[in-house]
């Protein structure tokens, strides 16, 4: 995994670095919005996989989600843990080494019998999923400025909730035509090739291609700096190609734990993904349970949450910068706002009125992911910087987890000893 200089800047003019720059943000957006859409093919499969395992072992519901409470808790550990290594040792090695892991716990998970190797091997799961978000977060901070991420960051949200749409659609078919085991056996598969492919064509940072670091790439396009091909490129601060040096555990642990604004993130968004996570994962036994649908046609309506999510995204990412002056509060604080009153009108729907059912899941996920990624995309960067961006990440993301580690057994308690009509309060005040 050796990085490799293809550039040269003090033979090169700025018109030239600018285009190279240019060309590398397209690469390295476009390889990481497939690599980590791919990463949801082996953490939503579980959704479809509980109708197949309760049928097959009798498992009750409290059991079921204590499968996705032991995936959260060690994904949030491992945010915590993988979001300080992403800052050292870059997405390349770590997020590399997470698909690979994920998709053979997967493998292995398909040949479970006993409930207690399967509680070890899908939480084991969800630490090697959490090499993936954060150190990619951080390869977006080096590859693109502030007044970018608005639009790029949104733009790459969309990879998670239209990964996480392919993902049902798949795991709904596979479900429906062959055994619950078959669920892990082929999104690990795809993850593996997807791995190979991201290994190849990721670079952490411009300076790996030879290329100034991000704050010096500001300038050039500004026009702040002189003319690269003029200058020594020994000497000249815009053409010194400088190693993305990690600054110290020390440094990035607490740029996390002393920013107030970094802590006020996190706390909003344990109570966002207490409520992202119920829909996530007990939205298809609801839907074919209370509202009486198939294993497929589940599939395809709670397809419309990440796929409303990805606009959802975009939008909210591109309105931060048109109307807010890149402040990402405003739109948060609204997008959870809608995502309680949605969720409310979702569960005391009229029955039988399943297109309005569809537009109130569709808003749901506008206003989930919407938020999800200002959060934890968005204001990661801009709170902790570059240098922190992936500590910062994993930091608010931990806390996430945390949420949907509560989420995940507490829910299906609240179903086994009250109803479902407890379980949505519960996520309608956690937003």
């Not at 032991?70 to 770590?94: E, P, T």
Request: hydrophobic share 50%; charged share 10%.
């Amino acid at each position: 995994m050796s990085t490799l200089t293809q550039y040269d800047v003090g033979k090169m003019s700025k018109t030239d670095i600018l285009s190279a720059w240019k060309s590398w943000q397209i690469r390295i957006f476009i390889t990481i919005w497939f690599t980590y859409a791919s990463y949801y093919l082996c953490r939503a499969n579980i959704s479809f996989a509980l109708p197949g395992l309760s049928d097959e072992f009798g498992y009750s519901k409290t059991l079921l989600g204590l499968l996705g409470t032991a995936l959260f808790i060690m994904y949030s550990l491992g945010q915590f843990v993988n979001g300080q290594l992403g800052d050292k040792y870059g997405a390349r090695k770590l997020v590399f080494v997470g698909m690979v892991g994920s998709a053979l716990l997967n493998i292995i998970f398909s040949f479970s019998t006993a409930f207690g190797f399967m509680l070890v091997v899908w939480g084991l799961n969800g630490y090697f999923q959490s090499m993936g978000w954060s150190p990619q977060v951080k390869t977006m901070a080096n590859w693109f400025t502030v007044s970018q991420r608005g639009k790029w960051m949104g733009l790459m949200g969309s990879c998670y909730q239209i990964g996480n749409a392919v993902a049902w659609l798949l795991a709904s078919y596979l479900a429906a035509n062959y055994t619950w085991r078959a669920l892990f056996w082929v999104p690990a598969i795809i993850f593996l090739i997807s791995s190979i492919h991201f290994v190849i064509r990721l670079r952490n940072a411009p300076e790996e291609v030879g290329l100034p670091p991000i704050e010096q790439l500001r300038k050039i396009a500004a026009g702040e700096a002189p003319e690269p091909k003029t200058l020594d490129p020994t000497s000249a601060p815009v053409c010194r190609v400088t190693e993305d040096k990690h600054m110290g555990f020390g440094y990035t642990v607490k740029t996390c734990l002393t920013n107030p604004r970094i802590w006020g993130v996190s706390i909003a968004f344990f109570g966002l993904d207490i409520i992202r996570y119920g829909f996530f994962y007990w939205a298809p036994v609801f839907l074919i349970e209370v509202q009486g649908a198939s294993i497929s046609s589940a599939g395809i309506s709670v397809a419309v949450l990440p796929i409303a999510g990805s606009c959802g995204s975009i939008f909210c990412g591109w309105a931060t910068g048109k109307f807010f002056q890149n402040r990402r509060a405003p739109v948060i604080c609204l997008c959870l706002f809608g995502l309680a009153i949605f969720s409310y009108l979702f569960y005391y729907a009229p029955e039988g009125a399943w297109v309005l059912s569809l537009i109130y899941l569709a808003v749901i996920g506008f206003c989930t992911y919407g938020a999800h990624v200002l959060m934890v995309g968005h204001a990661a960067q801009d709170f902790a910087g570059r240098k922190a961006a992936a500590s910062a990440a994993g930091f608010i993301d931990g806390f996430g987890y945390l949420g949907a580690a509560m989420t995940g057994i507490f829910t299906g308690w609240l179903v086994d000893n009250y109803s479902w009509t407890a379980a949505f309060w519960y996520w309608i005040i956690a937003a």
